[in-house]
């Protein structure tokens, strides 16, 4: 495509080239101001092509250090600089066509070259156009665009000038002038016309109905509550946006990113020439239960939480939790934590619930093992069975593990259970068991039971760090 820019600019070259001195030399044979400023009006053309060359050139090069937007606004410089030059052109033309209107006599020759070389020109500039707006509108150029607004606004004064020459060959020379001021009328509206586009260009200004389309389809995005803001700012053919959406902020980090990539295919899929920016912010959704505001507002204070249960004591509602805190904090530290937890909470809850936290330790190291003797491995795995077979849910035992630590005896194994029974009786019995067995065996750190389905298949000789709430 880029390869295609340039083709088509490079032609504009040569055909400006070439109707600039076609008309430059009739105008001067045959003295028409009106065929002069169309030579005037081709050789500023001309310039301004080999401008639009050279933008084309260099508004497709990637972004570097120095211009991470890329270089697309070259193509907007240039064409401020093409509407500069209209308008100097528009009041050179002016200027001589007063003139010969305030002269006295002035020689204008109506002949068939000069009639020739405005119909060539208009046939050429037709097929400009057309060449140069069909490339345009594929690329998004505002190079291309401009340069096929120029060879567009020739056709129009070329048109001027015919009738200027008609005005003269029945007798009318100062038609001829009159035709020029046509002509600079014609130059300065596409002046006028670049102009605005390009400074609204190069002040950021946002392209029309780009916000709306963007803010719709982030809003279609699953995941998206609402779109708080979009800002758009084009360069060359890119237009640069950034939209923020608000996400629940109950969602993962890995959630939260797939929303963003999905807002982000979403508009490069529909609208290819932008390149958006997707932020996403948190968001408290109607519909988020008491559970949700205890775990976002732990992990928003770098915290974990677990075991939440919803209770009522008499006619009020209280939340309880457990809050995991390092276990070599001290009992001062961990309560300031819980406190600033329990006044977010607040906060966020109201007054008329009430927030119950117990305080977890949570181990963050990992403890040598001691092998113990066979006679205290035959007690410690006689006094588990007996609590297993203590309790009628609860059926065989296997993948028994024992040994001791800095801070106890470390017990595991797997127990059987119905596979038809909930995780909350299944995790009650394991609870039962592991207390049962503490009562039975002394100096007992920690005790980790492994529940699993009747006629499950556990090939593994040891489950290691799964907790006795399975």
């Known amino acids: 495509m880029s390869n295609e820019k340039e083709s088509v600019a490079l032609s504009s070259v040569f055909a400006s080239a070439a109707m600039t001195v076609m008309k430059l030399v009739v105008g001067l044979m045959t003295g028409s101001l009106g065929i002069l400023s169309e030579a005037a009006h081709s050789l500023l053309d001309l310039g301004a092509a080999t401008l639009t060359w050279f933008a084309v050139r260099v508004s497709d090069k990637p972004a570097d250090d120095k211009h991470p937007y890329g270089h697309g606004k070259i193509e907007n410089v240039s064409a401020l ?84 020459l008609g005005l003269v060959a029945i007798g009318w020379e100062k038609g001829d002038a009159i035709a020029a001021i046509g002509v600079a009328g014609f130059v300065s509206y596409a002046g006028w016309q670049l102009g605005k586009r390009t400074i609204d260009v ?91 505001t205890v775990r976002v507002a732990a992990t928003n204070l770098g915290h974990s939480v677990h075991d939440i249960g919803l209770y009522t004591l008499g006619d009020r509602r209280h939340v309880g939790f457990d809050l995991e805190v390092d276990e070599a904090l001290s009992v001062a530290e961990a309560h300031n934590i819980a406190t600033t937890l329990e006044n977010t909470l607040a906060g966020e809850l109201g007054a008329d619930i009430g927030i119950d936290i117990h305080i977890d330790p949570r181990r963050n190291h990992v403890a040598d093992g001691e092998s113990l003797s066979e006679g205290e491995n035959a007690t410690i795995f006689a006094a588990v069975r007996e609590a297993v077979a203590a309790h009628p849910m ?77």
């Open 81 to 164: 600089i093409e509407t500069a030059l209209l308008f100097l052109t528009s009041a050179w033309i002016v200027k001589e066509a007063v003139e010969r209107l305030m002269a006295d006599k002035v020689e204008v020759h109506t002949t068939w070259y000069a009639i020739a070389v405005i119909v060539v020109s208009i046939v050429i500039d037709f097929f400009r156009a057309r060449a140069l707006t069909r490339v345009a509108k594929e690329t998004n150029s505002q190079a291309l665009e401009a340069d096929a607004l120029h060879f567009s606004s020739d056709i129009w004064s070329s048109a001027v000038v015919l009738l200027g």
């Open 202 to 292: 190069l002040i950021d200004s946002a392209p029309e109905g780009v916000a709306e389309r963007v803010e719709e389809l982030a809003s279609a995005t699953p995941g998206v509550a609402r779109v708080e803001h979009v800002r758009a700012r084009p360069a060359g053919a890119t237009v640069f946006v950034e939209v923020v959406v608000k996400v629940g902020r109950g969602l993962s980090l890995d959630q939260v990113q797939t929303v963003r990539d999905a807002v982000r295919e979403m508009i490069r899929k529909e609208m290819p020439e932008i390149d958006p920016l997707v932020v996403a912010e948190p968001l408290t959704l109607d519909d988020e239960d008491v559970a949700e």
């Open 394 to 470: 609860a059926g065989g035992v296997h993948h028994l593990f024992a040994q001791r630590g800095a801070d106890g005896i470390y017990i595991a194994f797997h127990c059987v259970f119905p596979g038809s029974a909930s995780v909350k009786a299944v995790h009650d019995v394991t609870a039962w068991i592991e207390h049962d067995i503490r009562s039975r065996l002394a100096n007992v750190g920690r005790v980790v039971v492994h529940a699993e389905p009747k006629g499950h298949a556990d090939r593994k000789e040891f489950l290691v760090g799964v907790s006795s709430t399975l």
